[in-house]
């Protein structure tokens, strides 16, 4: 079975960088018809997807995020990385890293959803 675990530093001072990491088990993150996502919910909000890295080491961000986020693997570790830069108050959040099912069957996209989700980290901006 899959499991992913996020570590990172919890407390971070406006304008800096977070940087968070996703240590996969169970599973290969250069493995077929899978990406390696991560999603923020801020405390009362919703979840924000964030990004994502692909199994070929392609990168997707929201692009209300993308001016600052940086998603990179480390293929020998099992892991991926999350950077968020010049970061506000408003980017406190717990961070989870997740696993989305992806194929492509003929010319179609089929979307399946995340099946695995890591625990989440709270991160906090604060000065």
């Known amino acids: 079975q899959v499991q992913l675990q996020e570590s990172g530093p919890g407390l971070v001072k406006p304008s800096q960088t977070v940087s968070l990491t996703c240590t996969v088990s169970?599973?290969?993150?250069?493995?077929?018809?899978?990406?390696w996502s991560w999603i923020r919910q801020p405390p009362g909000k919703g979840l924000e997807w964030m990004g994502a890295?692909?199994?070929?080491?392609?990168?997707y961000y929201s692009p209300s995020l993308a001016s600052r986020t940086s998603i990179s693997r480390d293929t020998s570790k099992n892991q991926f990385t999350l950077q968020l830069s010049s970061v506000t108050p408003e980017d406190t959040a717990v961070y989870s890293c997740?696993?989305?099912?992806?194929?492509?069957?003929?010319?179609?996209?089929?979307?399946?959803?995340?099946?695995?989700w890591g625990k989440g980290t709270l991160v906090t901006v604060s000065s």
């Open positions: 890295i692909g199994n070929s080491g392609s990168t």
């Open positions: 997740a696993r989305e099912h992806r194929r492509v069957d003929g010319f179609q996209s089929h979307y399946y959803g995340i099946d695995y």
């Open positions: 169970g599973g290969s993150i250069t493995a077929n018809y899978y990406s």
